[in-house]
């Protein structure tokens, strides 16, 4: 298997696993993690699956392959109208963002206007952005526009901010790089007077002070700095990106340790660990993900998006690389 193919599969593999670990303590503290399980260090349902996390980076990459690399945001709310907007079962799990987007695409707008309401700035985008790393291979630019031009389907502002970050992070992690590296380059990536460049910067500070911390000293710190805990829902994009990131940070690019501190942060658990487990995929690759957590990629449930029912992620970041390389 080529690296690349290796990085794209590391990836949405760990995007899968990292929507599965998660999913189960979504919502709830790190204090109530520590207290149920001590710390989690597996799947904690005997069947796990993942959730709207990974089928919305389906939808994502669906829409990379049949449009390829110069698709425009047009052409992402084409798919989302045919895929997505057709839909008549309910959409388990989905997000206000997405939920909003949906709306505005059936009674006509279009992007940007599609996604400017009033969750605008959640995780949705940088939740499903994986695909768009991947076919960029290492091409910050265009993870940056593609990432653009996905957001604004569904998001604007911070909530495009953050996509570019996590879309970047993974295609530099496609091109080899460190994950210092792969954490610069996503934190450059977005405007320096942004509030996802602050949460960036915080974390790694704290990182970097408290370098020989355990992982729940260092889950303290960061959710006491970045995390809105007054607010209804933790599903605010710069805050889970910058945990997401920050995870990755701890786990100096090593997947189960970047993914199971994600998933301890709790929080936006399956989405925060989604976002690590596919940047540190991207940057330890397929074959240095544990065997035992391979069960969760082999196909999803289209328990949120019904038509990504059945569909592998493995067979689809072969395909994405397959495309990459047109």
Known sequence: MSQQLDKARGSLAGLAIGDALGRPVEGMSYQDIRAKYGAIDDF???????????????????????Y????????????WKSKVCTQTAAFLGAGFSEMNAIQNLKVGLMPPFSGQHNHAWSDGLAMRVA?????????????????IADGEVSHSGEGIYSGIAIAVAVTSGMAGKSYLEV??????????????????????????????ATLFENAERLLEKVAQTKYFFADL???????????????????????????????????????AG?????????????????????????????????????????????????
Do not use: H
């Open 183 to 212: 954490y610069s380059d996503a934190l450059n990536s977005v405007p320096k007077d942004s509030w996802t460049y602050r949460t960036l910067v915080d974390a790694q500070n704290i990182l970097n002070e408290y370098a020989s």
């Open 44 to 66: 904690v349902n005997l069947e796990p699956a993942g959730s709207d996390d990974t089928e919305y980076a389906l939808l994502t990459a669906a829409a990379l392959l049949q």
């Open 131 to 147: 695909p768009i790393g991947v076919i960029a291979n290492g091409d910050i630019e265009m993870a940056k526009r593609i990432a």
């Open 68 to 79: 390829g690399k110069n698709i425009t945001a047009e052409d992402f709310a084409s798919v």
């Open 237 to 275: 994009a710069p805050e889970a990106v910058s945990l997401a990131l920050a995870s990755v940070l701890y786990g100096k690019g090593d997947f189960a340790k970047s993914l199971l501190f994600a998933v301890n942060l709790g929080r936006d658990a399956d989405t925060i660990a989604a976002m």
């Open 278 to 326: 596919a940047v540190a995929g991207s940057i330890s690759g397929y074959k240095n993900i544990p065997d035992k957590w391979k069960v969760a990629v082999t196909s999803v449930g289209g328990s949120c998006l019904a038509f990504t029912k059945g569909m592998e992620p493995l067979s689809v970041a072969d395909s994405l690389v397959e495309m990459g390389s047109k």
